[in-house]
T-cell receptor
Framework: DAGVTQSPTHLIKTRGQQVTLRCSPKSGHDTVSWYQQALGQGPQFIFQYYEEEERQRGNFPDRFSGHQFPNYSSELNVNALLLGDSALYLC????????????FGEGSWLTVV | RKEVEQDPGPFNVPEGATVAFNCTYSNSASQSFFWYRQDCRKEPKLLMSVYSSGNEDGRFTAQLNRASQYISLLIRDSKLSDSATYLCVVNGDNFNKFYFGSGTKLNVKP
């Protein structure tokens, strides 16, 4: 039973560039959420996708966008990268419904220089 | 006000000690509560869910106090391997939107 998989695991980008991160949810899960975790902080909710639509969004600018595909996998895109975007980006999958547990992938470490 | 607040620690305890963490949440409508464990430079992993009646899993006990809007985690007989950051997680108004505390760091010393 495959867990949540993310790619790439590490990447370095320059300010102003764009980045795409990818996530495949745990088998049987239909909902994907993205989180940003800065050093020393807890994960912050970016947005959530279900049925290929953005269902909820956290307090992140429009530079952060995403997509969910028919196979439930998802992408996170960040445009016009800032130094402050350097963080661990975590994908979490779950099954829609009350109180269902979320499971995280190993994350993508993004460094913006 | 943050949705979830935790004491960042660190808590430095000797092996065998009992240690407790608390976490407060702001949304009285929250329905689901969890503790996650995160090792350095790793992803968070579910430690345990927190039920209204309280629940225990081996050396770990979780409690929920809805009236005061806090949850707690008690670790008995601490092991070196318990050293990690413990994240308190609470769901928002929508059942699949979760809020994380900043984490409490635990260091268990020999």
């Amino acid at each position: 039973d495959a867990g949540v998989t993310q790619s790439p695991t590490h990447l370095i980008k320059t300010r102003g560039q764009q980045v795409t991160l990818r996530c495949s949810p745990k088998s049987g899960h239909d909902t994907v959420s993205w989180y940003q975790q800065a050093l020393g902080q807890g994960p912050q909710f970016i947005f959530q996708y279900y049925e290929e639509e953005e269902r909820q969004r956290g307090n992140f600018p429009d530079r952060f966008s995403g997509h969910q595909f028919p196979n439930y996998s998802s992408e996170l895109n960040v445009n016009a990268l800032l130094l402050g975007d350097s963080a661990l980006y975590l994908c979490a999958s779950s099954l829609v419904g009350s109180g269902n547990t979320i499971y995280f992938g190993e994350g993508s470490w993004l460094t913006v220089v | 006000r943050k949705e979830v607040e935790q004491d960042p620690g660190p808590f430095n305890v000797p092996e065998g000690a009992t240690v407790a963490f608390n976490c407060t949440y702001s949304n009285s409508a929250s329905q689901s509560f969890f503790w996650y464990r995160q090792d350095c430079r790793k992803e968070p992993k579910l430690l345990m869910s927190v039920y209204s009646s309280g629940n225990e899993d081996g050396r770990f006990t979780a409690q929920l106090n809805r009236a005061s809007q806090y949850i707690s985690l008690l670790i008995r007989d601490s092991k070196l391997s318990d050293s990690a950051t413990y994240l308190c997680v609470v769901n928002g108004d929508n059942f699949n939107k979760f809020y994380f505390g900043s984490g409490t760091k635990l260091n268990v010393k020999p």
